[in-house]
């Protein structure tokens, strides 16, 4: 595995334990819907995605309509976040596309709208990293429930401070949560490999020196990899 391949994985990884806590004790608005998105979409177990992150150099989990949950928004009415990933590390140049559904409840059921954050589409006006609204997980595919037509998924083109895929995932997670949990980030065991990421998108909140990393309790499978 490349680095930027093991530092996403266990961005990932580190995401999907988070949503794990949050699922063991749910609270908020988000835990009266959470299970009805649940029954809507699979998601993975801790073990498989990890042997699926280590393992597999490209993978697009939308072709085993598999995703992945984040931890809810516990704002307003709530928000449940579900990740469709697909990378290819094969060759030089490394490629991730996220593509991040937003359910919240609408009307006794449910509503979603989608956003995906890309690489450069080059040559072209959308040749750098950005962030698109979208209707589906898949371009073509069965749309999001009640998902707005009107849509627009072209334009705008949103630019991202991003110049290789482990920034561009860290862009969602700042888009999504702030810098706050950039800040908890950073006290990951692997956050010291992180660093140069972390100082060019969040300076204020970028791992300082060798600052050593506390590791949670819900970094468990994190501890000792880049060792």
């Given at each position: 595995?490349t ?88 060759g ?43 209707r ?6 069965k ?22 895929p ?28 992180l ?33």
């Amino acid at each position: 595995m490349t680095l930027q391949h093991t530092l996403m994985r266990d961005v990932l990884l580190w995401l999907q334990d988070r949503c794990g806590t949050w699922e063991r004790n749910p609270s908020g608005p988000a835990s009266r819907f959470h299970d009805r998105v649940r029954e809507s979409y699979l998601g993975f177990s801790g073990i498989e995605l990890e042997g699926l992150l280590t393992n597999r150099v490209e993978f697009d989990s939308s072709e085993q309509n598999r995703y992945l949950f984040l931890e809810p928004i516990n704002e307003g009415r709530g928000i449940v976040p579900v990740l469709s990933f697909r990378y290819d590390f094969r060759g030089e140049n490394a490629e991730l596309r996220l593509r991040l559904a937003l359910f919240v409840p609408h009307d006794n059921a449910l509503a979603a709208i989608g956003c995906r954050f890309e690489p450069p589409e080059g040559p072209g006006d959308h040749d750098y990293y950005h962030a698109q609204m979208c209707r589906a997980f898949q371009k073509g595919g069965k749309e999001l429930p009640c998902c707005p037509p009107w849509l627009p998924e072209s334009w705008p083109a949103f630019h991202l401070k991003a110049d290789d895929p482990v920034t561009l995932l860290i862009c969602m997670v700042i888009s999504l949560y702030g810098l706050r949990l950039a800040g908890e980030l950073q006290q990951e065991p692997f956050a010291n490999v992180l660093k140069r990421s972390m100082q060019k998108l969040c300076p204020t909140v970028a791992v300082r020196g060798n600052q050593p990393a506390a590791a949670g309790p819900i970094n468990r499978r994190a501890r000792g990899r880049h060792r």
